[in-house]
T-cell receptor
Framework: DQQVKQNSPSLSVQEGRISILNCDYT??????FLWYKKYPAEGPTFLIS?????DKNEDGRFTVFLNKSAKHLSLHIVPSQPGDSAVYFC???????????FGAGTRLTVKP | DAMVIQNPRYQVTQFGKPVTLSCSQT?????MYWYQQKSSQAPKLLFH???????NEADTPDNFQSRRPNTSFCFLDIRSPGLGDAAMYLC???????????????FGPGTRLLVL
């Protein structure tokens, strides 16, 4: 069962524009959500997180929005830069890290 | 730099021939995880160690085993690899404090396994 879904396998945006990556989840017990970024030949690295008590968390150019009623979160990157080109994984967890589930990832390409 | 190291980066094995993948960490984290990621799919947790306590996911096949001889090292053993076991295997760690809630996981670069 795929509890975390990233329905867009790829996204292409122009440098300087906004990138919006989406993620949906089905398990209402999830209360902590993360985005990881993965470059080729490297492991995923933590980017930003949000707990269910918030609906927005911002870190520089990266903002994560959480809509609990819709079981949906999104990652906004503004402005997008070519160095942001990578695969982005959405992840969600419940009581502890053992419950963490990942989406299949979205490959973002930022064109100069 | 503190990090999670996986060797080798690429591993080729024959159908049915046991293979071991290794992971080491210099972060001194209590928890180590093994994930399997097949092409265009989400990483799937196979099992994890909290210190020396082994925790298997319910749907992890018996063909997959793990050992953690000390804090720094963790091994993934595939006893009889099948063609369907070809995948990227990711090792990750987390601190293992604060009741293990809301901890960032730190990933190694992965080992890509090819089964011939």
């Amino acid at each position: 069962d795929q509890q975390v879904k990233q329905n867009s396998p790829s996204l292409s945006v122009q440098e300087g524009r906004i990138s919006i990556l989406n993620c949906d989840y089905t398990n209402s017990m999830f209360d902590y959500f993360l985005w990881y970024k993965k470059y080729p030949a490297e492991g995923p690295t933590f980017l930003i997180s949000i707990s269910s008590i918030k609906d927005k968390n911002e870190d520089g150019r990266f903002t994560v929005f959480l809509n609990k009623s819709a079981k949906h979160l999104s990652l906004h990157i503004v402005p997008s830069q070519p160095g942001d080109s990578a695969v982005y994984f959405c992840a969600a967890s419940g009581d502890n890290n053992n419950d963490m589930r990942f989406g299949a990832g979205t490959r973002l390409t930022v064109k100069p | 730099d503190a990090m999670v190291i996986q060797n080798p980066r690429y591993q080729v094995t024959q159908f049915g021939k046991p293979v071991t993948l290794s992971c080491s960490q210099t972060l001194n984290h209590n928890v180590m995880y093994w994930y399997q990621q097949k092409s265009s799919q989400a990483p799937k947790l196979l099992f994890h160690y909290y210190d020396k306590d082994f925790n298997n996911e319910a749907d992890t096949p018996d063909n997959f085993q793990s050992r953690r001889p000390n804090t720094s090292f963790c091994f993934l053993d595939i006893r009889s690899p099948g063609l369907g076991d070809a995948a990227m295997y990711l090792c990750a760690t987390s601190k293992g404090t604060s009741g293990r809630k809301r901890e960032t996981q730190y990933f190694g670069p992965g080992t890509r396994l090819l089964v011939l």
